[in-house]
């Protein structure tokens, strides 16, 4: 039998027949370029699919922008759908693709509804809210805000579901329970509905976004399945590259670096199969679960887990490998039968792929997995065989230590071959009727309960509700107000933080993530960004707020490049800064979108924008306060130095000095009130 060769380190192409392995792996510097262009392949590759789709964003946002401002933003706003509104939830909803999308709609619909239900039986029991005097009222609201607020902390639902529930209660109309009198004229207390109301508007805002929101996927579409489809391919190609490799390199009689390639190539394949898992997840909203491709896509991911986890010691094992006189005698008689295994496998791996490729699987596919799967057996017993007689045979000699290796390599590719042959059963028996049930249902399971959680649970829920009490309350000179409503003459009082303003809860749950670390360098991430996002969009709509045709097509090309940009970073920037990103174009767009005003800004319109900001700043700072006293445990506390002796023995030198500082800190805050208290101004 002739020899096989394997493509070499960092090629793309499928098994050829050439040089020998020894003899390939000869050229170190070639087997690294090939590696380094495979990478940076990958690299623009991953460039230009986040450009292209953050392009196809901004390109769908700002057509719908233009179309807001031909038919002017504050017509739509009286007819009840704020163009402002209604882009701001298109860029909280949109994911990378269709099923993402389709994903975030679902679950924010859920959300928004739990908010709206509590909200208009709270509103139906008590049409008229708290008037200042019905302290009953009051502490029922204040009840139901703080029990709905822990409730969805507590429970370990999915996050966008949290994300909207809080946004648009405690972080929204929440606020119209516990102040005097409400607002909003289309009030549906005492049970009424009203698509103008406040709670019911949103969520019909909600759903127009959302239809606007499938579309941007829908033309050109742009599928979860199809992306993660195609991950899936790529990772078992890998995989398969990965076992070739190895068996070719297990098969030398010298050790080489090889093994440091294959390993580190090996090891990033866990990464990738994450990936191709969450396209595979968001897909499953795409079809309901009900796709022939999804479906064989699915089994093949469950394959490739169950192989990589399989796999992964056997890397070891042949990295430990001394290729003494035993391993080269053993090969001597197990190389070919071992090849033979191992190419087998990768004939109805290949096979597998081109079945899941299409989403069917031919009566031709079906017989040629057949014939191979009846081959494996055969194959097997020779290479066991083969062991037996490398050992003398059975009972001759005891299997010695310097070929356990050995036998643990035949054994886990004997094992790697069945549980690919085990899964080419299931599709050569596929009839394309297993349908819903056969890719799973993610919807099942939407609450579940984890003990672990209630430590954060508690806290972020007390810091959420500080910040909303904070705003309820608001930061104003209490005696200045007396004191001009006793005597109502020269300039009127103004608060620092307004009173009844739902800004710092809003702000706290577009930040609140669970595994945000309480430091300072994360706050001033925090307040860096967001800040950002609403001066640059505060900025814009000063200079193009006007409602001239001129500023009113400008403001449409700055939505373009604000969204495009903001989307890139979203699809292709850093862990860090992905999350974050997204929200941050919705807020800057949902600013610039505002309704237009030919009447120049006075103190009033720039006192509401300073204490826009100023609401942030508290917000954020209120959050790290909590992240900071009752987070994870500080870096310091959990370092040591090389010998093993804790940080904490240095705590008494440094205790004074913490003391006097905190003691300066509380005199100097104490100061500073009772200096601001003289400015009624403030």
Same mark, same amino acid.
């Given at each position: 039998?002739?020899?096989?060769?394997?493509?070499? /380190?960092?090629?793309? #192409?499928?098994?050829?027949?050439?040089?020998?392995?020894?003899?390939?792996?000869?050229?170190?510097?070639?087997?690294?370029? &090939? #590696?380094?262009?495979?990478?940076?392949?990958d690299?623009?590759?991953?460039?230009?699919?986040?450009?292209? +789709?953050?392009?196809?964003?901004?390109?769908?946002?700002?057509i719908?922008?233009?179309?807001?401002?031909?038919?002017?933003r504050?017509?739509?706003?009286?007819?009840?759908?704020?163009?402002?509104?209604?882009?701001?939830?298109?860029?909280?909803?949109?994911g990378?693709?269709?099923?993402?999308?389709? #994903?975030?709609?679902?679950?924010?619909?859920?959300?928004?509804?739990?908010?709206w239900?509590?909200?208009?039986?709270?509103?139906?029991?008590?049409?008229?809210?708290?008037?200042?005097?019905?302290?009953?009222?009051?502490?029922?609201?204040?009840?139901?805000?703080?029990?709905?607020?822990?409730?969805?902390?507590?429970? @370990?639902?999915?996050?966008?579901?949290?994300?909207? =529930?809080?946004?648009?209660?405690?972080?929204?109309? =929440?606020?119209?329970m516990?102040?005097?009198?409400?607002e909003?004229?289309?009030?549906?207390?005492?049970? @009424?509905?009203?698509?103008?109301?406040?709670?019911?508007?949103?969520?019909?805002?909600?759903?127009?976004?959302?239809?606007?929101s +499938?579309?941007?996927?829908?033309?050109?579409?742009?599928?979860? !399945?199809?992306?993660?489809?195609?991950?899936?391919?790529?990772?078992?190609? @890998?995989?398969?590259?990965?076992?070739?490799? !190895?068996?070719?390199?297990?098969?030398?009689?010298? =050790?080489?670096?090889?093994?440091?390639?294959?390993?580190?190539?090996?090891? !990033?394949? &866990?990464?990738?199969?994450?990936?191709?898992?969450?396209?595979?997840?968001?897909?499953?909203?795409?079809?309901?679960?009900?796709?022939?491709?999804? /479906?064989?896509?699915?089994?093949? &991911?469950?394959?490739?887990?169950?192989?990589?986890?399989?796999?992964?010691?056997?890397?070891?094992?042949?990295?430990?490998?001394?290729?003494?006189?035993?391993?080269?005698?053993?090969?001597?008689?197990?190389?070919?039968?071992?090849?033979?295994?191992?190419?087998?496998?990768?004939?109805?791996?290949?096979?597998?792929?081109?079945?899941?490729?299409?989403?069917?699987?031919?009566?031709?596919?079906?017989?040629?997995?057949?014939?191979?799967?009846?081959?494996?057996?055969?194959?097997?017993?020779?290479l066991?065989?083969?062991? #037996?007689?490398?050992?003398?045979?059975?009972?001759?000699?005891?299997?010695?230590?310097?070929?356990?290796?050995?036998?643990?390599?035949?054994?886990?590719?004997?094992?790697?071959?069945?549980?690919?042959?085990?899964?080419s059963?299931f599709?050569?028996?596929?009839?394309?009727?297993?349908?819903?049930?056969?890719?799973?249902?993610p919807?099942?399971?939407?609450?579940?309960?984890?003990?672990?959680?209630?430590r954060?649970?508690?806290?972020?829920?007390?810091?959420?509700?500080?910040?909303?009490?904070i705003?309820?309350?608001?930061?104003?000179?209490?005696?200045?107000?007396?004191?001009?409503?006793?005597?109502?003459?020269?300039?009127a009082?103004?608060?620092?933080?307004?009173?009844?303003?739902a800004g710092l809860?809003?702000?706290?749950?577009?930040?609140?993530?669970?595994?945000?670390?309480?430091?300072?360098?994360?706050?001033?991430?925090?307040?860096?960004?967001?800040?950002?996002?609403?001066?640059?969009?505060?900025?814009?709509?000063? =200079?193009?707020?006007?409602?001239?045709?001129?500023?009113?097509?400008?403001?449409?090309?700055?939505?373009?490049?604000?969204?495009?940009?903001f989307?890139?970073?979203?699809?292709?920037?850093?862990?860090?800064?992905?999350?974050?990103?997204?929200?941050?174009?919705?807020?800057?767009?949902?600013?610039?979108?505002?309704?237009?005003?030919?009447?120049?800004?006075?103190?009033?319109?720039?006192?509401?924008?300073?204490?826009?900001?100023?609401?942030?700043?508290?917000?954020?700072l209120?959050? +790290?306060?909590?992240?900071?006293?009752?987070g994870?445990?500080?870096?310091?506390?959990?370092?040591?130095?090389?010998?093993?002796?804790s940080?904490?023995?240095?705590?008494?030198?440094?205790l004074?000095?913490?003391?006097?500082?905190?003691?300066?800190?509380?005199?100097?805050?104490?100061?500073?009130?009772?200096?601001?208290?003289?400015?009624?101004?403030?």
């Amino acid at each position: 039998m002739a020899k096989d060769s394997y493509k070499p /380190l960092g090629g793309q #192409k499928d098994i050829e027949d050439g040089e020998e392995s020894s003899e390939a792996s000869g050229s170190d510097d070639d087997g690294a370029l &090939t #590696k380094l262009q495979g990478h940076l392949a990958d690299a623009r590759d991953g460039f230009v699919v986040s450009h292209k +789709t953050a392009l196809q964003v901004a390109c769908w946002v700002t057509i719908w922008a233009a179309v807001a401002v031909y038919y002017r933003r504050s017509t739509l706003t009286e007819k009840g759908f704020s163009a402002s509104l209604i882009l701001c939830n298109v860029l909280f909803q949109v994911g990378s693709d269709m099923g993402s999308t389709v #994903k975030n709609i679902y679950y924010g619909l859920i959300g928004q509804v739990i908010a709206w239900f509590v909200y208009w039986v709270f509103m139906g029991f008590f049409p008229e809210g708290y008037d200042g005097e019905n302290t009953g009222v009051l502490y029922a609201a204040l009840a139901v805000i703080s029990l709905f607020t822990f409730g969805l902390i507590f429970l @370990k639902i999915d996050e966008t579901v949290r994300f909207w =529930a809080l946004i648009s209660f405690t972080g929204g109309f =929440a606020m119209n329970m516990v102040k005097p009198g409400v607002e909003n004229e289309h009030s549906t207390g005492g049970f @009424k509905l009203d698509y103008r109301g406040t709670a019911e508007n949103g969520i019909i805002l909600f759903v127009v976004a959302g239809v606007l929101s +499938t579309l941007i996927f829908a033309i050109p579409p742009i599928l979860s !399945l199809d992306r993660g489809q195609k991950r899936v391919v790529i990772v078992l190609k @890998k995989l398969k590259q990965n076992i070739q490799e !190895l068996n070719t390199y297990y098969a030398r009689d010298t =050790a080489g670096l090889d093994i440091v390639s294959i390993k580190e190539n090996f090891a !990033l394949l &866990t990464k990738e199969l994450e990936e191709a898992e969450a396209y595979g997840q968001a897909s499953w909203y795409e079809s309901l679960g009900s796709s022939s491709r999804l /479906l064989l896509t699915t089994k093949l &991911t469950s394959l490739i887990r169950d192989l990589i986890e399989t796999a992964r010691p056997l890397f070891n094992i042949v990295a430990e490998e001394d290729f003494g006189p035993s391993h080269s005698a053993m090969m001597k008689h197990i190389k070919t039968p071992m090849t033979n295994v191992v190419d087998s496998t990768i004939r109805m791996v290949e096979m597998l792929i081109d079945a899941c490729e299409d989403g069917s699987v031919s009566k031709d596919e079906k017989a040629n997995l057949k014939a191979e799967i009846d081959k494996m057996p055969g194959l097997v017993d020779a290479l066991q065989q083969k062991v #037996k007689a490398a050992q003398g045979g059975v009972g001759n000699k005891k299997i010695q230590e310097e070929v356990l290796g050995e036998h643990y390599v035949v054994l886990t590719i004997c094992y790697l071959a069945q549980m690919v042959q085990d899964q080419s059963k299931f599709f050569i028996n596929y009839t394309g009727r297993e349908g819903l049930m056969g890719c799973g249902n993610p919807l099942l399971g939407l609450f579940t309960y984890d003990k672990g959680d209630i430590r954060w649970a508690a806290t972020a829920t007390l810091c959420l509700l500080v910040n909303f009490f904070i705003g309820y309350r608001g930061w104003c000179d209490d005696a200045a107000l007396e004191a001009y409503e006793a005597n109502p003459t020269g300039e009127a009082p103004v608060c620092f933080i307004n009173k009844y303003t739902a800004g710092l809860a809003n702000i706290n749950v577009i930040l609140m993530s669970r595994y945000s670390g309480g430091t300072l360098k994360a706050a001033l991430e925090r307040v860096a960004a967001v800040v950002f996002a609403s001066v640059v969009g505060q900025i814009g709509f000063v =200079a193009l707020g006007w409602c001239a045709d001129f500023t009113r097509m400008l403001t449409v090309v700055v939505v373009f490049f604000v969204t495009w940009g903001f989307m890139y970073f979203t699809y292709d920037g850093s862990e860090s800064s992905k999350g974050i990103a997204q929200r941050l174009a919705a807020i800057t767009v949902s600013s610039l979108m505002s309704d237009c005003s030919d009447e120049s800004g006075t103190a009033v319109t720039y006192s509401s924008s300073y204490h826009s900001l100023s609401e942030i700043i508290l917000g954020v700072l209120v959050m +790290t306060l909590f992240d900071t006293l009752f987070g994870d445990k500080p870096a310091a506390t959990q370092a040591t130095f090389p010998d093993g002796v804790s940080l904490a023995i240095f705590l008494p030198i440094f205790l004074p000095s913490i003391y006097l500082s905190v003691c300066l800190s509380l005199y100097l805050s104490i100061y500073l009130s009772i200096y601001l208290s003289n400015y009624p101004s403030i």
